[in-house]
């Protein structure tokens, strides 16, 4: 049975799981930039109808902004890193409710706001691979270990995701929101994940930078919970880790 090996510990194991936004790819490099556009059409709809935004931009989607209105960083427990599409359509839809826009309206207006700043992706391909992820990927290879995908985004994008890292072919399952019925903190999709792979949950290590994935994890029966955070000492949102690490050159495996 192949060997993870994390912050002095050798744990035995037969599949890991990823999240991806914020664990396989940059979370900033591509949401944040996506944010910046989607807050930025949301303020312009807002002022159309002379309103203002209720608690405030940064909360929206949990975001950061510096003087220019650029975001220069997130909350890892708010939706930005952890909320599926349609909570994110619901968030900003609101704003537009509250402000007098019916619902469906809002809704409409939302999903055509949020369609535009994913092309502005998809000509940028801001896709970025977090730091020693593509040779922890290949020694992963090397040996029997079974690799999957766990996501809280669609099939459609994520497929576009893993293509522009160029690491699709690493991964033998990809389980996003639009396959289970319960999305994260919910087991089903590291349930699922394992059913794919073939591998036994206690067999199976989890990563990603969320808690939310770390209580998937712990709900399914893995192994072991890995939690990434590359902010140096900031990891109090991974209360349900196992292990802490700061990015993928803390791993290694071995047959």
Request: proline fraction near 5%; hydrophobic fraction near 45%; include cysteine.
């Amino acid at each position: 049975m192949p060997v993870l090996h994390v912050n002095g510990i050798s744990v035995p194991c037969t599949a890991i799981l990823f999240d991806k936004d914020g664990t396989l790819l940059d979370l900033m490099e591509m949401w944040g930039t996506w944010a910046e556009s989607v807050l930025r059409d949301m303020e312009t709809q807002m002022a159309l109808i002379g309103a203002g935004f209720t608690g405030g931009k940064n909360l929206l989607l949990g975001t950061v902004q510096d003087a220019k209105g650029r975001i220069t960083g997130y909350d890892p427990g708010g939706p930005l890193p952890m909320a599926t599409v349609e909570q994110t359509y619901g968030i900003l839809a609101w704003q537009l409710y509250a402000a007098g826009v019916p619902w469906n309206d809002a809704i409409v207006r939302v999903m055509g706001i949020a369609k535009e700043a994913m092309n502005e992706l998809r000509e940028r391909r801001a896709a970025r691979p977090l730091p020693g992820l593509l040779p922890f990927l290949e020694q992963c290879a090397q040996t029997s270990l079974r690799l999957g995908v766990v996501t809280s985004d669609e099939s459609h994008t994520t497929a576009e995701h893993l293509e522009w890292l160029g690491i699709s072919g690493y991964f033998s399952a990809v389980v996003t929101r639009d396959k289970v019925v319960k999305g994260k903190p919910a087991p089903e999709m590291a349930e699922a994940a394992c059913r794919e792979l073939g591998a036994l949950p206690e067999e199976t290590v989890v990563i990603g930078d969320s808690n939310a994935d770390m209580q998937m994890g712990r709900g399914a029966g893995l192994r072991l919970a890995i939690g990434i955070s590359s902010a140096e000492g900031a990891a109090e949102h991974l209360a349900d880790a196992d292990i802490v690490i700061r990015d993928f050159t803390q791993l290694a495996v071995s047959e």
